[in-house]
T-cell receptor, first 113, second 113 residues
Framework: DAGVIQSPRHEVTEMGQEVTLRCKPI?????LFWYRQTMMRGLELLIY????????DSGMPEDRFSAKMPNASFSTLKIQPSEPRDSAVYFC???????????FGNGTRLTVT | AQSVTQLDSQVPVFEEAPVELRCNYS??????LFWYVQYPNQGLQLLLK??????LVKGINGFEAEFNKSQTSFHLRKPSVHISDTAEYFC???????????FGAGTRLFVKA
């Protein structure tokens, strides 16, 4: 079990650029979650998928953010255009079912200058 | 909707001393409760979980937590801490009908020699 794999680990970009974060969940896990972690706001749930279908995107901050899960083994979180306030660590997590714990990736540290 | 309050943002403690990290939650429905640990530059890892049954839950690394429904608390304890326990600890809740996991703000445990 390779765990949840996120790429890249670090991303530095300029304001206005498009940013794409990638996640490969654990095989067999039906749920995938995107979280954002900042000092000010802690861990915020942005969106989650069940069987590749977005279930709840109420945490997505604004239309600049979008997430997709084209198949069971891949998800992306895109920010277009990026802004300095988007700087944070973005985590992807997966779980087998509702009462299962979350398995987190090591995160992507995004810096927007 | 659920919410989680971690009452201490930082807890300094000497090595081999006992520690308690406090967590209170609010929810109008039945919940699952979790404690996660985050080491620097890593994702969160599960320490322990309460789904049902015995209110005293034992986890990894010698940690345990007690679910108290009347006080809506789920405090984390360890009788003797090690330097290696220095990390950030997150209490989390999800309702039994859905799959959104909400995290507290975190408690930074600092173990001193």
């Amino acid at each position: 079990d390779a765990g949840v794999i996120q790429s890249p680990r670090h991303e530095v970009t300029e304001m206005g650029q498009e940013v794409t974060l990638r996640c490969k969940p654990i095989s067999g896990h039906d749920y995938l979650f995107w979280y954002r972690q900042t000092m000010m706001r802690g861990l915020e749930l942005l969106i989650y998928f069940n069987n590749n279908v977005p279930i709840d995107d109420s945490g997505m901050p604004e239309d600049r953010f979008s997430a997709k899960m084209p198949n069971a083994s891949f998800s992306t979180l895109k920010i277009q255009p990026s802004e300095p306030r988007d700087s944070a660590v973005y985590f992807c997590a997966s779980s087998r079912q509702g009462d299962s714990p979350l398995h987190f990736g090591n995160g992507t540290r995004l810096t927007v200058t | 909707a659920q919410s989680v309050t971690q009452l201490d943002s930082q807890v300094p403690v000497f090595e081999e001393a006992p520690v308690e990290l406090r967590c209170n939650y609010s929810s109008s429905v039945s919940v699952y409760l979790f404690w996660y640990v985050q080491y620097p530059n890593q994702g969160l890892q599960l320490l322990l979980k309460y789904l049902s049954g015995s209110t005293l839950v034992k986890g990894i690394n010698g940690f345990e937590a007690e679910f108290n429904k009347s006080q809506t608390s789920f405090h984390l304890r360890k009788p003797s801490v090690h330097i290696s326990d220095t990390a950030e600890y997150f209490c989390a809740v999800s309702d039994t009908g859905g799959f959104k996991t909400i995290f507290g703000a975190g408690t930074r445990l600092f173990v001193k020699a």
